[in-house]
């Protein structure tokens, strides 16, 4: 159980593309749903959570007209790179909260591996 | 000062030796202390999650977590080759990951066969 999916696992794109990345909870409702950037050899960085049906909340530093979030149902949050830049390579990492799982916490997809050429 | 601190290793032990792997941190104010587990390019798969002090065991796997003194630690008992992955610890202000995780870099754990 637990099983959260992100799609792509792999992309590759042009500077100044925009990128989609989708989370999706396989075998629960999500309440809450949260993105990360992990770059190399550094821990997971939080950048947004978002609330089914509501704004995401971005942490200090993010920008959020250039990483879009959309958490339109309870299994399905999405991520858009807005005119990506090299410097936005990186490991983005899904994460979903089910409250009413045993043990209440989040549960991270495998991750996207985001290469801007 | 960061906020979670962890020796990012590697730490290369022999196989069936026990494993201690570390974790401090600055703000008093966490309560959920978690453990997660990642092989390379992969997400993190959850290990351990405990909350406030005292120990918690599950198999192989112990957590410990001392409020006190800011620290909290993982031990792995008869290490096997498949334990040799990273492992991050992570933690939170309030229950069930409704806040999110800040996480320690990763300890870079290889078990020699």
């Known amino acids: ?117 | 000062q960061k906020e979670v601190e962890q020796d990012p290793g590697p730490l290369s032990v022999p196989e069936g030796a026990i494993v201690s792997l570390n974790c401090t941190y600055s703000n008093s104010a966490f309560q959920y202390f978690m453990w997660y587990r990642q092989y390379s390019r992969k997400g993190p798969e959850l290990l351990m999650y405990t909350y406030s002090s005292g120990n918690k065991e599950d198999g192989r796997f112990t957590a410990q977590v001392d409020k006190s003194s800011k620290y909290i630690s993982l031990f792995i008992r008869d290490s096997q080759p498949s334990d040799s992955a990273t492992y991050l610890c992570a933690m939170s202000y309030s229950g069930g990951g409704a806040d999110g995780l800040t996480f320690g870099k990763g300890t870079h754990l290889i078990i020699q066969p």
């Open chain 1, 1 to 117: 159980g637990a099983v959260v999916s992100q799609h792509p696992s792999r992309v590759i794109c042009k500077s100044g593309t925009s990128v989609k990345i989708e989370c999706r909870s396989l075998d629960f409702q999500a309440t809450t749903m949260f993105w990360y950037r992990q770059f190399p050899k550094q821990s997971l960085m939080l950048m947004a959570t978002s609330n089914e049906g509501s704004k995401a909340t971005y942490e200090q530093g993010v920008e959020k007209d250039k990483f879009l979030i959309n958490h339109a149902s309870l299994t399905l949050s999405t991520l858009t790179v807005t005119s990506a830049h090299p410097e936005d390579s990186s490991f983005y990492i899904c994460s979903a909260r089910s409250p009413a799982r045993s043990t209440d916490t989040q549960y991270f997809g495998p991750g996207t591996r985001l290469t801007v050429l």
